[in-house]
């Protein structure tokens, strides 16, 4: 239903500004470029345009476009992977005429007029795979290699290589369909798990220094100097997080990292579910990855002890 009525609009207007949300990750590029280059493909004659602050890491999926503000005046905006609208890279799309979401994280704030959120997809990505393979007939929608490849990197990188339980028999299915494509998939990985140096050495320094509680918590702190020991920015850290997560004994584990004037906390679980706690401390996300942000050490220990709770109340089942 939601399929049909996005495609309709996708068809109707001529200006398509595509968003997705802040400090953006493979699937947050991949399912807005991804989405730009099927409409492209399909519709040659609209302008499609993809916004939002680069990330030089990701430079390899896809490049964005700088628009004026008056690109959005009576335009269709669509927004990719974005839970709410704080998230939203570049907040000019309330300017736009008409605003759709897409989605796979809880639907805690379903803005726009259209409002399309699957949590059982893996990742933003899988969901504009599935719009292509509903309209591909009806709509005579078209996938380039180039939106195959971009795709699958958000597959790909949502799923942590198809790791986490979110992989489910349906992003199997799309996955193998979009391997036939024609894509330098091994070139694709080599950037996507290219590790620097630095973090390299960071993450043996993690390996080196993480505890468990009784409850199977583990707590890594890292502080400004730590970072600037390493010459690392807190955004670089984000690909460390999974690092404990396949560590006996473990069954939920949180960065903190400090940031100029926020600590910045990453929750990541193998059960007990840890949303509910980065919903408390200005974030949220997946029941099993999750976000907040805090302001002082003394509330790291708050979260810590709620998380503990959470772990504890997990191993009493
Ligand atoms: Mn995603």
């Keep these: 239903m939601f399929k049909k009525e996005i495609l309709e609009s996708i068809k109707e207007f001529d200006t398509i500004i595509i968003h997705r949300h802040v400090r953006p990750d493979p ?3 991949g399912s807005q470029s991804g989405l730009a280059e099927i409409i492209r493909s399909t519709y040659p004659k609209k302008s499609v345009y993809v916004v939002g602050e680069a990330d030089p890491s990701l430079r390899f999926l896809a490049e964005l476009d700088q628009i004026e503000d008056e690109t959005f005046e009576g335009a269709l905006v669509i927004v ?3 839970a709410n609208q704080e998230r939203i890279c570049d907040q000019r799309y309330t300017k736009g005429k008409k605003v759709i979401k897409i989605d796979h994280h809880p639907n805690h704030d379903p803005y726009g007029d259209i409002t399309w959120v699957n949590t059982d997809a893996s990742s933003t990505s899988e969901m504009i795979y599935e719009l292509f393979r509903y309209g591909k007939k009806e709509y005579g929608l078209v996938l380039s290699n180039e939106g195959a490849r971009l795709l699958f990197a958000g597959i790909v990188g949502d799923t942590g ?9 349906t992003t199997f299915q799309y996955a193998s369909e ?6 330098d998939r091994t070139a694709l990985y080599d950037n996507l798990y290219n590790t620097k140096h630095s973090i390299a050495k960071l993450k043996g320094y993690i390996l080196q220094n993480f505890t468990v509680s009784s409850n199977g918590l583990s707590t890594i702190k890292i502080t400004k100097e730590t970072l600037q020991e ?8 984000s690909q460390l997080v999974g690092v404990l997560g396949d560590i006996e004994g473990i ?13 910045r906390v990453r929750l990541r679980s193998r059960g007990p579910i840890i ?26 220990d708050e979260v810590v002890k709620d998380l503990e709770d959470v772990c504890f109340q997990y191993q009493q089942k």
């Design 27 to 29: 699937d947050a590029y």
């Design 80 to 82: 990719c992977d974005t």
């Design 161 to 169: 290589r198809f790791l986490f339980p979110s992989a489910s028999a």
């Design 178 to 183: 979009l391997v036939k494509y024609n894509f």
């Design 230 to 237: 390493f010459g690392l920015t807190s955004r670089e850290t």
């Design 251 to 263: 069954i939920a584990w949180v960065f903190f990292i400090e940031e100029e004037d926020a600590i």
């Design 275 to 300: 949303n509910i706690v980065a919903q408390k401390y200005n974030g949220g996300g997946h029941p099993l990855a999750s976000g907040a942000t805090v302001y002082s050490w003394e509330e790291t």
